[in-house]
């Protein structure tokens, strides 16, 4: 499947995409980006896509880093100290849903990014949620970065690029194609008791 292109983009489309480098990133990867990354890409509009975490696991942080990057070297401060899976009581639900806020601007903030979550009802996600998105969905952070808003430890979150996770600024600036995921709860309390 690798050096596909999906339908519905033209070479003509393409063209800037593969000066930037972006195209032989995207078709490098083991499976065909959906339509929405490439017109993503093209600055199109795109609604933004929505995905479901399961959250029945009982994995640590160090399991779902082994899970989803294998033997890749992490960095030393992603570990389950810093960044503890479920560290204020479980969620109270099987599954939610994330939406993938995609940045459609050349440089946006962290607070226009928050302004528009509470634009389209959603709650910013947990570090817990960067890890669990990043084994059931680990294409996508081939295809784009995904940065977590969650509680920022020492002013930082995650990042989920490529080959390993990152941990960039809090209130950095983000310029270029990024997601932004954000929560919508769907049923229960939120956190379980206890």
Do not use: C
Not at 38 to 60: I, M
Not at 96 to 123: A, H, N
């Amino acid at each position: 499947m690798r050096g596909e292109t999906p339908p519905n983009v033209s070479a003509a489309q393409l063209g800037p995409l593969i000066e930037s480098g972006h195209i032989s990133a995207l078709l490098g990867t083991e499976r065909i980006p959906p339509l929405w990354v490439f017109e993503h890409y093209l600055g199109l509009f795109v609604p933004n896509p929505v995905f479901t975490l399961r959250l029945d696991g009982q994995e640590t942080t160090e399991e779902l880093l082994k899970r989803t990057y294998g033997d890749t070297p992490i960095r030393p401060d992603i570990n389950g100290q810093n960044f503890p899976m479920w560290s204020q009581g479980r969620l109270d639900q099987v599954e939610i849903e994330v939406e993938l806020v995609l940045s459609t601007s050349p440089s946006v903030s962290t607070s226009e990014v928050l302004d528009k979550f509470r634009g389209l009802g959603l709650e910013r996600p947990t570090h817990e949620l960067a890890f669990l998105f990043g084994v059931q969905h680990r294409e996508i952070q081939d295809w784009l970065p995904i940065v977590f808003f969650h509680k920022p430890w020492e002013d930082k979150i995650l990042r989920l690029w490529g080959d390993v996770p990152n941990l960039p600024a809090f209130n950095d600036r983000w310029v270029g194609q990024y997601a932004f995921p954000g929560v919508r709860r769907k049923t229960g309390n939120e956190r379980a008791k206890g």
